[in-house]
């Protein structure tokens, strides 16, 4: 069974601060990694998601991703009270992609605190 | 933007009637899913579709079945509902993008089962 953990929290952050969020997946043979926020009462959204090794940025977010550790993180730049929701780490179900879904984590709560 | 319909927001139903979760999306993604979410197990994978007619079994597929007979439509069916079965329950679609399956979730539904 493949597995994605993520820490629980909360993870509370003053707003203006960085927020940083980590994953770690067990399949090695993983190739797509996905981040998705999801509010209180509301459907997962996604954000960004990475293939390759190291940094790709959109916006305040930047995802980093290192496979030889099998592991994901998401930074928030400047967090704003908007950004406290549940974060979701997710990871293709099957190695090299295609159409079997993903392997979701049970998610990071995060709180930036005004 | 793509868009996920479920029929249901909201369902109330006791246990050992038959239910159906329908759900319809527009953009004529091939790639269909039925998740469901639960407080400390976050979101598992039910059952999923690559092409009408065509089903896989998830991770969690017992007690269920779906039907996709047409590809815009992916119905999830619980053919006695028992109340271990109370639960959210998401709709995704989703269509390759650079490399990437990416999921667009519906807003989902929510059932009970007394």
């Known amino acids: 069974q493949k597995e994605v953990e993520q820490n629980s929290g909360p993870l509370s952050v003053p707003e203006g601060a960085i927020a940083s969020l980590n994953c770690t997946y067990s399949d090695r043979g993983s190739q797509s990694f996905f981040w998705y926020r999801q509010y209180s009462g509301k459907s997962p959204e996604l954000i960004m998601f990475i293939y390759s090794n190291g940094d790709k940025e959109d916006g305040r977010f930047t995802a980093q991703l290192n496979k030889a550790s099998q592991y994901v993180s998401l930074l928030i730049r400047d967090s704003q009270p908007s950004d406290s929701a549940t974060y979701l780490c997710?990871?293709?179900?099957?190695?090299?992609?295609?159409?079997?879904?993903?392997?979701f984590g049970k998610g990071t709560h995060l709180i930036i605190q005004p | 933007d793509v868009k996920v319909t479920q029929s249901s927001r909201y369902l109330v139903k006791r246990t050992g009637e038959k239910v159906f979760l329908e759900c319809v999306q527009d953009?004529?993604?091939?790639?269909m899913f039925w998740y469901r979410q639960d407080p400390g197990l976050g979101l598992r994978l039910i059952y999923f579709?690559?092409?009408?007619?065509?089903?896989e079994k998830g991770d969690i597929p017992e007690g269920y079945s779906v039907s996709r007979e047409k590809k815009e439509r992916f119905s999830l069916i619980l053919e006695s509902a028992s109340t271990n079965q109370t639960s959210m329950y998401l709709c995704?679609?989703?269509?390759?993008?650079?490399?990437?399956?990416?999921?667009?979730f519906g807003a989902g539904s929510r059932l009970t089962v007394l």
């Open positions: 579709s690559y092409d009408v007619k065509m089903k």
């Open positions: 953009m004529d993604h091939e790639n």
């Open positions: 997710a990871v293709n179900q099957a190695s090299g992609g295609g159409a079997d879904g993903l392997t």
């Open positions: 995704a679609s989703s269509l390759p993008l650079s490399g990437a399956n990416v999921l667009t």
